[in-house]
């Protein structure tokens, strides 16, 4: 059975802003560590957590501005709206949500894959700013037609998905990733325990 969704806007805009503001706490937590803690990499097919971040802001690079325009551009209303996922969205909204702490692997575009790139701690400043900007806009989707405004997405400007799934989708995406950075740290963190015995 093809499934789908239906919610208030300020339903799903809050439960997305309490992922966001959770992913950034984490992210601002992460400045906190020493270089080699967010450069460690338990093997060499793994993320270190600057690598982690830096997937997701080139993520954000594209879907930030693709997604203001869409809600500068969106209809709007004063009265309380309803948003319903479509098909595709929802299907790529709930490919990317961790269920029960699980995370399905999945292929990553050459362009978005950070491995072996040269990172600092500059990398998770973007990344927080990228968050303000994401909660500013989330916040700005409260009165806008989250089913009848539709975003490119990344792989096909042909393919466009209701900003609601947009928004669903690119939280989720950044969660993922944050809970994978979460990871990389704890195996930075045993690391540092062993060599220090």
Not at 78 to 89: C, E, H, I, K
Not at 130 to 157: C, F, H, M, N, W
Not at 176 to 190: D, F, L, N, P, Y
Request: glycine share 6%.
């Amino acid at each position: 059975m093809i499934s789908t969704m239906r919610t208030e806007n300020n339903t799903l805009i809050n439960e997305l802003l309490t992922i966001t503001d959770a992913c950034t706490a984490s992210a601002k937590n992460f400045r906190q560590l020493p270089p080699d803690m967010l450069n460690f990499k338990e093997a060499p097919e793994r993320w270190s957590i600057l690598e982690c971040l830096e997937h997701l802001n080139r993520y954000g690079d594209y879907y930030l501005p693709e997604i203001e325009k869409a809600i500068m551009s969106g209809k709007t209303s004063n009265n309380p709206l309803t948003f319903s996922s479509g098909v595709l969205g929802n299907y790529f909204a709930n490919l990317m949500k961790v269920k029960g702490g699980k995370i399905i692997r999945m292929k990553t575009p050459a362009d978005k894959n950070p491995a072996g790139s040269e990172l600092t701690p500059i990398t998770i400043d973007r990344f927080i700013k990228q968050q303000e900007k994401l909660r500013s806009l989330l916040e700005q989707a409260r009165k806008v037609d989250l089913t009848g405004t539709k975003v490119p997405i990344s792989l096909t400007r042909f393919l466009k998905l209701r900003a609601g799934d947009t928004f669903r989708f690119f939280v989720y995406h950044i969660e993922r990733h944050i809970r994978q950075a979460e990871k990389a740290k704890e195996s930075a963190g045993r690391r540092s325990v062993v060599e220090s015995q």
